[in-house]
């Protein structure tokens, strides 16, 4: 199970109400590579890993459910007080007339969130690669999202998770180095 | 300093002392045989017990397993008072 | 934090016919964390403070990444 905490793992200020910086984001809240991906790619594999490799995909994977709370707080922020014209010109015209302010699991396009953005092999090798791949994807969209983004705030931020994502790649190559201490341990039995 | 800045500030402390946690325990899932590390890990887990000790007892729980203060509930803290995290 | 170690270039093709102004070199990120396997235990660490503003505890995993780095 899982308790809520009502703080963010990271202290979030926006500092300029732009919306079309919130549709950027979605990108890492409901797209391919995005923290929703992640965070439900290693809760559904943890089930079959090998046992030293549970609590790295378990805690890991708890993590990215507080980087999702936080792209949430960005987005939330970023669109709260904006009138549907200024949703309109940063190109959340469609967003608005589906879903109003509320947010919405999707990607920078628009493209709605579906499973098919993660993978589950029962393989450990082939799992612990996509989790490896998709942490450097992660850390490349934020890359582009701080190249593209002017608001010092959301730039902070998103900086944090950048690092999280090279902290998270090196414990998941750690995880597989360890899974290579187990070659022909059936022998020794 | 005023009062939103301050409980911003002490925040901040437990933002600070539970990423030590959050990183040590992901540390020591990989290095399980770092005793060294595992120790830092307990003390570091005690170090943001303490510190959010110090938050909750002035602004209420942030979490439903902590304890709430007789002084949170006589000066009407709720469970869902505001601001939530995105809120703040 | 030397970040250029971070960092990697290459001298992408020019032709008289790309239709953009060329960039000469092209710089990619080369993250700390694919020079090693497996992290060595006792490695030096950030103060709390430090560790949340810069997302790791360890200053040896820690990059940075800034706009007017050009890499885009």
Known sequence: MWVYEKKLLYPVEVTT????????LMEQ?????????AALRYMNQRYTVPDKVI????????????????????????TKD??????E?????????????????????GVPFTSTYIQSKGDPIADLYEDI?????????YQWLIDISDDPGVNDALRFLRERENIHSLRFRESVEILKEERDRKKIF | MNANEEEWNL?????????????????????????????QWREAIKEASQVRRQYEARYGPLSLLSV????????????NSTPWPWQR | MDRSIFRGSFRPYVSPRDPCPPILVKTFVLPPQIFTNFQQPGLPQNSPEAALKQGSLWPQFVDGFSREEGIS
Request: aromatic share 10%; hydrophobic share 40%; glycine share 8%.
């Open chain 2, 68 to 79: 709430p203060s007789k002084q949170a509930i006589e000066v009407g803290w709720h469970w």
């Open chain 1, 89 to 109: 010109q940063a190109g959340l015209g469609a967003h608005f007339v589906n879903h109003g302010h509320s947010l919405f699991y999707e990607n920078a396009g």
């Open chain 1, 133 to 141: 791949a998709a942490e450097e994807k992660a850390r490349a969209t």
């Open chain 1, 55 to 78: 609590g790295v995909l378990t805690d890991i994977s708890t993590e990215e459910f507080s980087h999702l709370e936080m792209l949430a707080t960005m987005i939330y922020k970023l």
């Open chain 1, 17 to 24: 109400c732009n919306p079309k910086l919130a549709r950027y």
């Open chain 1, 82 to 87: 904006a009138t549907p014209e200024q949703l």
């Open chain 1, 29 to 37: 809240y409901g797209g391919a590579d995005g923290e929703l991906a």
């Open chain 2, 11 to 39: 925040l901040k402390k437990v933002q600070q002392a539970d990423f030590v946690v959050v990183e040590l325990t992901l540390y020591t899932d990989t290095h399980p045989n770092d005793a060294e590390a595992i120790h």
